[in-house]
Structure formats: C-alpha cells, structure tokens
C-alpha cells in the first residue's frame, strides 16, 4: 500500500510531492515547524492528508516539548496549533485536526502532562488509522455510481497521495469499481499550475495499471463534446452545509461543462472535509498562492518578466451542479442541506 505519511518513533514520515513523479523520496520531520512547512509548500498536499499531517505534527511538537507543568505545555500547545492553522485556510480538514487535538488536550490535562502527551500521540495515530478506513468506505460507496464499461474523468490528485495513502477518496472510487471487475479508463487533466493531475494522479493511476490518459485543463470541453466522458469524480477541499464545494481550481469551469453536456458530477470526501457550520460556499476562504507558481514551470520562467499572474488555488462549485456527495456513511443527493445533515447524524466506521 502506498504510504503518504506515518508516524515513527523517530518522526513523522512523509513522501515529498514535490519531487514526484522523478524521484520517491521520504523525509522524516523530527519538528513540529518541518511538519508545518511541509503543509504549507506542499510537499505533503490533499485535504485528507492535510489533516492527518496536522494532527501528526501537533503530536509531534507537544511530544517533544520540553514543558515540564501542564500550563507550560498548554502554552506551547496554543502556540503549536496556531503555526499548523496559519499553514493552508482552504481545506477544513486542518482546522478539523486541530479542534480535535485541542479537545483531546481539555479531556486529558487533568491526568498531567504525560498522560496528554500520550493522548495526543495515539489521537494522532487515530486520525491516521480512520482516514484509511474512510476513505475505503468512500470507495466502497461510491463504485456502485461507476457504469460497467465507463470513461471517468478526474481533476487534480484525490488518490492515496492527497490522504493518509490507501485508496483515496475519487480516486478510491475508481479503484474500487476496477476491483468490482468495471471497466474503466480515466481521462486525468494536468491540474495547471501545480500539475497534481500530470505529475500525482498519472503517477498514481499508472502504479496501479489503471488505464489512464492524461489530457491538458483546456481540453474537457472537447473531450465532453466529442468523446464519450460517462462522469466525473473529484475530491473537495470543503464543503458547505447546502453542498457548495470548493475544489482545486479548475473544478467549477469542469462541471459547468459536464451540466451543458450531461455528465454525471460526483465529489467523494470523507465528512472531515465537510464545513456544516458555513451555510454555502460564499463563505469558504480561497488560498491565494504565489504567482510566481502561474508564470514558472519547475522553476523555469514560461512568461514575460514583471507580467502580473494570479493564482487562486481553489473555485467554488455550487450545489446544484453536483449529481452526489459520496462520504464514508453514504451518498447524500440534492438537497444537500438534508441530506448532508442526515449523514452526520449516522454512525461513523471507525478505525479497528
Ligand atoms: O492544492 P492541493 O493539491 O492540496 O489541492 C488538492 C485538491 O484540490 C484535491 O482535489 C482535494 O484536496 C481533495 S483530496 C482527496
């Protein structure tokens, strides 16, 4: 099973995104700031894997605090969870991790400073372990959504990379129809201008000998006009309470173009990335990042000096173009304002 991040006595593991698909290469944080920076730079990347990352640094950072009294620790716990929050505001799964953390801290701190360390080390394990089993359940779920015979069309990289490894969460979906004996090819857009799709998904897909063709962003529309794409699965960043789902950039202008054309639209996403507590997709902050990422490939500069770029990481699709929200405790359909709430109240699997 491909391993995104793990956690080892020595540190918190993770596989550098940066340098694949050329090189496999894992470095081992032994600091809560590596963890952190690894978020922010996207070494480690995906709103599941995100959260996981957060949780395992926060562990990190008060395992190997030096506070010798619970309100030194607390103090540096407030300051631990504050640099993991100011790393990336769009997945919710970051600030997800971190109230857990923070209500495992309040539950355990009567039993002293070793009894919340231990907490939080085995909170952080936890984290890990039902990221795994959510996103099988995702799978699960979501594969009965695939035809028989199907061509699927993916955005960015929701596979094992953008969560604790495994299945995935679109991805998942995908895997798990092939294993159901589905046939399936995946049409994979290049995700300009981090490449997630070209470098992470084909990557990903290809491991697995998933018939995968890699198309550029600008070609969906042809694709959808000419070619037969039976649906599209993504990921989601976040998701409000009435459906709106912020998802890698490019997603919006995606499923405006499956409604013209009457493709199915499906986003899979573990209940960690779903925001009930924001009434729609308005309220959902847009990381904005460097520029420099737009007007450069792999460090080599593709447009003119000094020309103003911009780059907002993630777009906003509203609900009413989604055909369904497959989650770990099922698949919510339109409305979602119902249906979502009614998910959240059912049972959730947990990790064994
Ligand atoms: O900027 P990234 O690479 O973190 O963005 C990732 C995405 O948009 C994914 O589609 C999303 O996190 C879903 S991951 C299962």
């Not at 605090?65 to 030194?72: K, N, V």
């Not at 997603?251 to 960690?272: D, Q």
Request: charged share 20%; proline share 6%.
């Amino acid at each position: 099973m491909l391993k995104t991040i793990e956690w080892t006595d020595q540190g918190v593991v993770i596989l550098d995104q940066l340098q694949l698909p050329a090189r496999e290469v894992y470095h081992t944080c032994t600091r809560y700031e590596e963890v952190a920076d690894a978020i922010r730079r996207m070494v480690i990347r995906g709103a599941p894997a995100i959260g996981v990352a957060a949780a395992m640094g926060i562990a990190l950072g008060v395992r190997d605090s030096a506070a010798r009294d619970l309100p030194a620790l607390e103090q540096e716990f407030n300051r631990i969870l504050e640099v993991m929050a100011k790393t990336r505001p769009t997945a919710v799964n970051l600030f997800w991790a971190i109230e857990r953390m923070r209500q495992v801290f309040r539950r355990t701190a009567a039993g002293g400073v070793d009894a919340v360390r231990r907490a939080l080390v085995e909170e952080a394990r936890r984290v890990y372990a039902e990221d795994l089993a959510q996103c099988a359940a995702i799978a699960q779920h979501g594969a009965v959504l695939i035809p028989a015979c199907a061509q699927v069309l993916t955005h960015c990289n929701a596979g094992a990379l953008a969560a604790a490894g495994g299945y995935g969460t679109a991805l998942g979906v995908i895997r798990s129809a092939v294993e159901q004996g589905k046939q399936v090819q995946v049409l994979a857009t290049e995700t300009r201008p981090y490449l997630q799709g070209a470098r992470l998904t084909a990557w990903e897909l290809h491991h697995d000998r998933i018939p995968t063709t890699l198309i550029t962003d600008n070609m969906v529309g042809h694709f959808m006009k000419t070619g037969k794409i039976d649906c599209v699965v993504v990921g989601a960043d976040r998701i409000a309470a009435n459906g709106d789902t912020a998802n890698k950039i490019g997603t919006y202008t995606i499923a405006v173009l499956a409604r013209e054309h009457g493709v199915p639209f499906y986003v899979a996403a573990p209940f960690s990335s779903i925001d009930l507590s924001l009434p729609s997709g308005e309220q959902i902050p847009i990381e904005e990042r460097s520029p420099d990422e737009v007007t450069q490939i792999g460090g080599v500069r593709i447009a003119p000096a000094d020309v103003p770029a911009r780059h907002p990481a993630f777009d906003i699709t509203p609900a009413r173009l989604i055909s369904a929200i497959i989650t770990e405790r099922g698949i919510a359909r339109p409305p979602y304002e119902h249906s979502l709430k009614a998910l959240a109240e059912t049972p959730v699997p947990t990790a064994s």
